[in-house]
Protein backbone atom coordinates (compact mmCIF):
# COMPACT_ATOMS: atom_id res chain seq x y z
CA UNK A 1 0.00 0.00 0.00
CA UNK A 2 1.26 3.23 -0.86
CA UNK A 3 0.92 5.95 1.65
CA UNK A 4 0.43 9.53 0.34
CA UNK A 5 0.40 12.98 1.85
CA UNK A 6 -3.49 13.40 1.36
CA UNK A 7 -4.51 10.01 3.10
CA UNK A 8 -2.55 9.73 5.65
CA UNK A 9 -1.78 11.99 8.90
CA UNK A 10 1.18 12.16 10.72
CA UNK A 11 -0.65 12.77 14.25
CA UNK A 12 -4.18 10.87 12.89
CA UNK A 13 -7.57 11.79 11.15
CA UNK A 14 -9.40 12.64 13.34
CA UNK A 15 -10.40 16.70 14.18
CA UNK A 16 -8.54 18.79 16.08
CA UNK A 17 -9.27 22.30 17.86
CA UNK A 18 -5.56 23.25 18.45
CA UNK A 19 -3.07 23.82 15.29
CA UNK A 20 -5.06 21.20 12.50
CA UNK A 21 -2.46 23.12 9.98
CA UNK A 22 0.44 20.50 11.80
CA UNK A 23 -1.80 17.53 10.65
CA UNK A 24 0.16 16.49 7.79
CA UNK A 25 3.34 18.86 7.84
CA UNK A 26 4.93 18.22 11.18
CA UNK A 27 4.64 14.75 13.54
CA UNK A 28 3.24 15.87 16.69
CA UNK A 29 2.98 19.71 16.96
CA UNK A 30 5.01 23.41 17.15
CA UNK A 31 5.48 23.46 20.99
CA UNK A 32 7.40 20.21 21.24
CA UNK A 33 9.60 21.15 18.20
CA UNK A 34 10.38 24.49 19.57
CA UNK A 35 11.23 22.52 22.44
CA UNK A 36 13.82 19.74 20.48
CA UNK A 37 15.46 22.58 18.71
CA UNK A 38 15.73 24.45 22.35
CA UNK A 39 17.66 21.03 23.56
CA UNK A 40 19.93 20.30 20.55
CA UNK A 41 20.50 24.15 20.58
CA UNK A 42 21.94 23.44 24.49
CA UNK A 43 23.76 20.29 23.24
CA UNK A 44 24.98 21.57 20.56
CA UNK A 45 26.85 24.07 23.06
CA UNK A 46 28.08 21.35 25.20
CA UNK A 47 29.38 19.85 21.89
CA UNK A 48 31.27 23.73 21.21
CA UNK A 49 32.48 23.71 24.46
CA UNK A 50 33.97 20.24 24.54
CA UNK A 51 35.80 20.77 20.98
CA UNK A 52 37.26 24.41 22.74
CA UNK A 53 38.50 22.17 25.99
CA UNK A 54 40.34 19.59 23.24
CA UNK A 55 41.96 21.98 21.68
CA UNK A 56 43.04 22.75 25.04
CA UNK A 57 43.97 20.32 27.08
CA UNK A 58 44.81 17.66 24.53
CA UNK A 59 47.01 15.22 26.03
CA UNK A 60 43.58 15.15 29.00
CA UNK A 61 41.05 14.39 26.25
CA UNK A 62 43.82 11.83 24.48
CA UNK A 63 43.48 10.22 27.92
CA UNK A 64 40.36 10.41 29.51
CA UNK A 65 38.05 7.30 27.60
CA UNK A 66 41.16 4.95 27.94
CA UNK A 67 40.15 5.52 31.60
CA UNK A 68 36.72 5.15 31.41
CA UNK A 69 33.50 2.06 31.36
CA UNK A 70 33.44 1.72 27.71
CA UNK A 71 31.17 -1.33 28.21
CA UNK A 72 28.90 0.38 30.30
CA UNK A 73 28.65 3.35 27.24
CA UNK A 74 28.16 0.41 25.12
CA UNK A 75 25.74 -1.07 26.89
CA UNK A 76 23.56 2.14 27.17
CA UNK A 77 23.82 2.80 23.39
CA UNK A 78 22.24 -1.00 23.04
CA UNK A 79 19.37 0.12 25.23
CA UNK A 80 18.81 3.65 23.62
CA UNK A 81 18.85 2.28 20.22
CA UNK A 82 16.53 -0.26 21.00
CA UNK A 83 13.86 2.07 22.88
CA UNK A 84 13.62 4.11 19.87
CA UNK A 85 13.10 0.98 17.77
CA UNK A 86 10.11 0.23 20.39
CA UNK A 87 8.79 3.51 20.37
CA UNK A 88 8.76 3.66 16.55
CA UNK A 89 6.77 0.40 16.87
CA UNK A 90 4.64 1.71 19.71
CA UNK A 91 3.41 4.46 17.24
CA UNK A 92 2.94 2.30 14.14
CA UNK A 93 0.48 0.27 16.24
CA UNK A 94 -1.81 2.83 17.18
CA UNK A 95 -1.73 4.19 13.64
CA UNK A 96 -2.95 0.69 13.04
CA UNK A 97 -5.62 1.20 15.43
CA UNK A 98 -4.01 -1.42 18.40
CA UNK A 99 -3.58 0.62 21.57
CA UNK A 100 -3.09 -2.80 23.66
CA UNK A 101 -0.01 -3.79 21.31
CA UNK A 102 1.21 0.47 21.56
CA UNK A 103 1.10 0.12 25.06
CA UNK A 104 3.28 -3.39 25.33
CA UNK A 105 5.65 -0.89 23.20
CA UNK A 106 5.75 1.66 25.09
CA UNK A 107 6.51 -0.77 28.35
CA UNK A 108 9.52 -2.07 26.42
CA UNK A 109 10.92 1.33 25.71
CA UNK A 110 9.74 2.33 29.35
CA UNK A 111 11.90 -0.78 30.39
CA UNK A 112 15.07 0.26 28.45
CA UNK A 113 14.95 3.93 29.90
CA UNK A 114 15.61 2.77 33.01
CA UNK A 115 18.04 0.51 32.13
CA UNK A 116 19.77 3.36 30.78
CA UNK A 117 19.32 5.07 33.91
CA UNK A 118 20.62 1.80 36.32
CA UNK A 119 23.73 1.34 34.67
CA UNK A 120 24.79 5.06 34.09
CA UNK A 121 24.11 5.33 38.05
CA UNK A 122 26.68 2.28 38.41
CA UNK A 123 28.95 3.52 36.17
CA UNK A 124 28.82 6.67 38.03
CA UNK A 125 29.57 4.70 41.33
CA UNK A 126 32.41 2.97 39.71
CA UNK A 127 33.89 5.95 38.20
CA UNK A 128 33.95 7.29 42.22
CA UNK A 129 35.90 3.58 42.70
CA UNK A 130 38.80 4.41 40.07
CA UNK A 131 39.23 7.89 41.61
CA UNK A 132 37.80 9.28 38.60
CA UNK A 133 35.57 12.85 39.79
CA UNK A 134 34.37 16.07 38.11
CA UNK A 135 37.56 17.87 39.38
CA UNK A 136 40.36 14.87 37.86
CA UNK A 137 40.74 16.59 34.58
CA UNK A 138 38.76 18.69 32.51
CA UNK A 139 37.80 15.96 30.32
CA UNK A 140 36.09 14.23 33.19
CA UNK A 141 34.32 17.76 34.24
CA UNK A 142 32.77 17.41 30.24
CA UNK A 143 32.21 13.97 30.73
CA UNK A 144 30.25 14.39 34.06
CA UNK A 145 28.78 17.61 32.69
CA UNK A 146 27.46 15.78 29.56
CA UNK A 147 26.40 12.65 30.46
CA UNK A 148 24.72 13.81 33.58
CA UNK A 149 22.34 16.39 31.89
CA UNK A 150 21.58 13.68 29.21
CA UNK A 151 20.27 11.25 31.86
CA UNK A 152 18.18 13.66 33.33
CA UNK A 153 16.57 13.72 29.88
CA UNK A 154 16.24 10.40 29.86
CA UNK A 155 14.71 10.32 33.06
CA UNK A 156 11.98 12.66 32.41
CA UNK A 157 11.78 11.26 28.82
CA UNK A 158 10.60 8.16 30.28
CA UNK A 159 8.36 9.65 32.44
CA UNK A 160 6.90 10.85 29.20
CA UNK A 161 6.30 7.86 27.99
CA UNK A 162 4.76 6.54 31.43
CA UNK A 163 1.87 9.49 30.85
CA UNK A 164 1.84 8.33 27.20
CA UNK A 165 0.80 4.49 28.39
CA UNK A 166 -2.03 5.98 30.45
CA UNK A 167 -3.63 8.59 27.94
CA UNK A 168 -3.71 5.37 25.97
CA UNK A 169 -5.44 3.12 28.56
CA UNK A 170 -7.87 5.70 29.11
CA UNK A 171 -8.37 6.34 25.19
CA UNK A 172 -7.33 9.69 24.82
CA UNK A 173 -4.59 8.66 21.76
CA UNK A 174 -6.49 6.93 19.34
CA UNK A 175 -5.82 6.15 15.76
CA UNK A 176 -7.57 9.09 14.63
CA UNK A 177 -5.53 11.51 17.19
CA UNK A 178 -2.87 10.60 18.74
CA UNK A 179 -0.50 14.10 18.21
CA UNK A 180 0.22 13.77 21.92
CA UNK A 181 2.09 10.34 21.40
CA UNK A 182 3.66 11.72 18.29
CA UNK A 183 5.26 14.62 20.10
CA UNK A 184 6.84 12.35 22.70
CA UNK A 185 8.01 9.58 20.30
CA UNK A 186 9.84 12.49 18.47
CA UNK A 187 11.55 14.37 22.25
CA UNK A 188 12.12 10.54 22.67
CA UNK A 189 14.53 10.40 19.25
CA UNK A 190 15.89 13.56 19.61
CA UNK A 191 16.89 12.12 23.41
CA UNK A 192 18.59 8.82 21.47
CA UNK A 193 20.35 10.97 19.16
CA UNK A 194 21.88 13.64 21.49
CA UNK A 195 23.10 10.20 22.93
CA UNK A 196 24.07 8.59 19.88
CA UNK A 197 26.90 11.43 19.40
CA UNK A 198 27.82 11.62 22.87
CA UNK A 199 29.19 8.07 23.16
CA UNK A 200 31.95 8.69 20.52
CA UNK A 201 33.39 11.49 21.93
CA UNK A 202 33.45 10.60 25.66
CA UNK A 203 33.95 7.09 24.82
CA UNK A 204 35.73 6.09 21.92
CA UNK A 205 37.36 9.48 20.00
CA UNK A 206 41.10 9.99 21.32
Known amino acids: ?9 LNGSGS ?5 ETLNKIPGNRAIWVGIFAEMTEFALFFLVYFIAKAHYPEQFNQGPQQLNTLAGTLNTFALISSSYFVAKALASIRMDDPEQSIKWLWRAVSCGCI ?8 YHWNVDQGIVTNTS ?3 TMYYYMTFNHLLHVGW ?3 S ?3 AIHQLKVGRYTKKNHIGLTAIACYWHMVDLAWVIIFPLLYVLR
Open 1 to 9: MTITATGFN
Open 16 to 20: VTKEP
Open 116 to 123: YLVIKVWE
Open 138 to 140: KFY
Open 157 to 159: ASG
Open 161 to 163: LLW
